[in-house]
């Protein structure tokens, strides 16, 4: 399994910014995609993730309203389309896997058995 995240950049407070995960190596129908991140000097926590299989989602509280995530099935690609960024959005942001099938879309680092390599987001004020 093989995840390539990209679309990070500089970007202004109130501006906003898509990122986009590649997924390859199997198939991901009843798996969670996730994005995850992580600020300088913080432990990474849970964004926002979707189900490959019905498109159902779970948001972090901090992104509701502002941050959306989709996915096409034919590129095998998540998106992370983000608005009305903050300066406290700025972090590197990891997609990751779950492939487990899970009935629940887990918000934990440790249900995600496969990550990408990560893309930074500078939100400036």
């Known amino acids: 399994v093989q995840l390539q995240a990209f679309g990070g950049g500089l970007v202004q407070a109130g501006g906003s910014l898509r990122l986009s995960c590649a997924a390859s190596?199997?198939?991901?129908?009843?798996?969670?995609m996730g994005w995850f991140r992580q600020a300088p000097g913080k432990e990474r926590e849970f964004v926002i993730a979707i189900r490959w299989s019905d498109g159902s989602t779970n948001y972090a509280d901090s992104v509701k309203g502002r941050f959306t995530i989709s996915r096409d099935n034919a590129k095998n690609t998540v998106y992370l389309q983000m608005n009305n960024l903050k300066p406290e959005d700025t972090a590197v942001y990891y997609c990751?896997?779950?492939?487990?099938?899970?009935?629940?879309?887990?918000?934990?680092?440790?249900?995600?058995?496969?990550w990408g390599q990560g893309t930074l987001v500078t939100v400036s004020s």
């Open positions: 190596g199997r198939t991901f129908s009843s798996s969670v």
């Open positions: 990751a896997v779950d492939l487990s099938a899970p009935l629940r879309i887990s918000a934990r680092t440790t249900s995600y058995g496969y």
